[in-house]
């Protein structure tokens, strides 16, 4: 069932929903999320359950302020306070070290918890009603079905869940893309997912060199939203430069072999257009994350059997829409 989160009556049902144990589909700015009450075990399996996901895959939890990360988190790191200051409320997941008695279940058992504090309005009116409450914090991983392409509106939300998941309709979400996921537990920002905000963006304001996780001596923390294979569409990506692009499309003017085409680039392309779907992407690094996920949803939904992608630019502006494509073309 969808509701209009500007309606504050909307907000209250869905924060006695959390209280009560059961999933709330909610807007942040980010990507929608699969949201139950972090505090509950119980409420936090039904999550799992729902989305087919490993209950060893830890989940981010939701916080209505910085003065929510003193329930869940044991210590947070001077720089990790930094970040807080700078990015929240916003599109930023840290990941500190756990209080060891609240959110073992949300954490998949680690020893560390992942929390945000999201700046959609009807997020952050959820968490304060929840808050009232009892509800410290709400875990929600991006609300679609295990290794497929994350929710942008309560329309998607609703495509994956059915109707009676309680969705509050927050409009199409600005970011588009997942939050940034910073691993604050080992000294120095480690950078596990990229996302809006950027590595010159986290340098700038720890005072620190951004490591990648592959730099760790130890492995990093599971992270479903790290496995290689990610994202995924139904039809099958391919990643092409430009020119490899038109290459392929004129081959294909000349030898079509029935497949169904979906095209989506930043150049302007001679494209067959009987045999393929074209669809510009934005040059705006911004713009392209926002809408990404819901092309490629919407090239599901017109039955193609292949999306063949420009390959964004190199630059860190990019490198979240990059990410998530090089995902969903790696399965
Ligand atoms: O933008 C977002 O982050 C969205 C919205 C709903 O907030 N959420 C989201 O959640 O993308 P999910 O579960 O699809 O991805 C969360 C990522 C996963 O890769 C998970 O493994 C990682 O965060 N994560 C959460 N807690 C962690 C922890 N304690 N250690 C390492 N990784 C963690
Ligand atoms: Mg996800």
Known sequence: MILDGRDPTSVSTAAQALRAGELVGLPTETVYGLGAD??????????????????????????????????????????????????????????????????????????????????????????????????????????????????????????????????????????????????????????????????EQIEATSGQRLRDKEELAAPAPRASGTLEAHYAPKAKVRLMEGRALQTALDVLGKDFDGATIAVYARSMLRVPSAQALYRRMPDDAAAAAQQLFAVLRDFDAQGVNLIWVETPPETSDWEGVRDRLQRAAAS
């Not at 990015?87 to 945000?116: C, E, K, N």
């Not at 504090?117 to 709400?138: D, F, K, W």
Request: hydrophobic share 45%; proline share 8%.
């Open 38 to 199: 972090a505090g509950s075990d119980a409420a936090v399996a039904k999550i799992f359950a729902a989305k087919g996901r490993p209950s060893d895959h830890p989940l981010i939890v939701h916080v209505a302020d910085a003065s929510g990360v003193a329930h869940f988190a044991r210590e947070v790191p001077a720089f990790a306070h930094k970040l807080m200051q700078a990015f929240w409320p916003g599109p930023l997941t840290l990941i500190l070290p756990r209080h060891p008695d609240v959110g073992a279940a949300a954490a998949g058992g680690q020893d560390s918890i992942g929390l945000r504090c999201p700046a959609h309005p009807m997020a952050q009116a959820l968490l304060l009603a929840a808050r009232t409450l009892g509800v410290h914090g709400v875990a929600a991983p991006s609300a679609n079905q295990f290794g497929r392409v994350s929710p942008t509106t309560a329309a998607h939300v609703q495509g994956e869940f059915g109707d009676n998941l309680l969705i509050l309709d927050g409009g199409s979400c600005e970011v588009g893309i997942e939050s940034t996921i910073i691993d604050c537990t080992r000294g120095a920002p480690v950078l596990l997912r990229p996302g809006r905000i950027t590595r």
